[in-house]
């Protein structure tokens, strides 16, 4: 048993140390293929964000619409309904808001970049880019890394807009919450610590899921099942370490 612990151990510290000389290498080079490929940049950043609009709009619309009817649930028990606005502002815009769309983001960009590098490296693309003086990390790797970077705050801050719109609709208009009420007491309750807090958050998890969906394809066995084996990890890993990212954040910023 502890063999098994001392293995399992050593496993973990190589790969975060792989993984961290990894990251160092893609920050490197992401200056230069920011200014000097940009269109390849721009179209990672649509393919990671564009194309999750509507599985992050529609979760939005569903969730904000949950906590508009969670919250004046449990709200009117205190005689606060009309605080409905400022429960869904909080809960979206410093934790749902983020969390979710990471999460998102991990199952719909995450598994497309995934399962697309390790394709290319199944293929031997990637061996040939390597034959021809290309540096694959540079022409591949890195324009979608810097692509799910930019891609998720854009990403949280609609979730987050469209969850507050479906809080409106459930509280103002099937529940009859005043609408003067619901706004102005989330606009008076709200500070500018607490966006700076989300926006901190959806820019530490676009890292997150973005360098483990790169990771795992870069990294992965070069057959169906590796890049399979690959493309599970990257959604598994990137929502633990989503997970704890939050709590450790959420606790830095309680504390500071």
Not at 86 to 105: C, M, N, Y
Request: glycine residues 10%; hydrophobic residues 55%; proline residues 2%.
């Amino acid at each position: 048993m502890l063999r098994d612990l001392y293995i399992t151990l050593r496993y973990f510290v190589t790969t975060f140390g792989a993984m961290t000389i990894f990251l160092f290498e893609l920050l490197r080079h992401t200056p230069r293929v920011f200014f000097k490929r940009f269109n390849l940049v721009v179209g990672q950043v649509y393919n990671a964000g564009a194309l999750s609009l509507v599985i992050i709009m529609v979760s939005g619309l569903f969730v904000g619409g949950v906590l508009g009817l969670q919250g004046y649930d449990n709200l009117q028990r205190f005689n606060a309904e009309d605080a409905v606005g400022t429960f869904a502002g909080f809960a979206l815009v410093k934790e749902l808001g983020p969390v979710i769309t990471a999460l998102l983001f991990a199952g719909r960009a995450g598994t497309a970049l995934a399962s697309e590098i390790g394709l290319m490296k199944a293929t031997d693309q990637l061996s040939a880019m390597e034959m021809m003086a290309v540096n694959p990390v540079t022409r591949v790797v890195v324009p979608r890394f810097i692509g799910g970077v930019i891609a998720m705050p854009l990403l949280a801050g609609v979730f987050s807009a469209v969850g507050l719109l479906g809080a409106h609709l459930v509280g103002v208009t099937l529940l009859q919450v005043d609408v003067g009420a619901f706004w102005q007491q989330m606009q008076q309750t709200l500070e500018v610590k607490d966006v700076v807090e989300g926006i901190f958050k959806s820019f530490v998890f676009g890292m997150i899921a973005s360098l483990m969906a790169v990771w795992e394809g870069y990294n992965a066995i070069p057959t169906a099942e590796g890049v399979g084996r690959a493309t599970t990890r990257t959604v598994v890993i990137t929502a633990i370490a989503v997970l704890i990212s939050d709590f450790m954040i959420t606790a830095a910023f309680l504390k500071g």
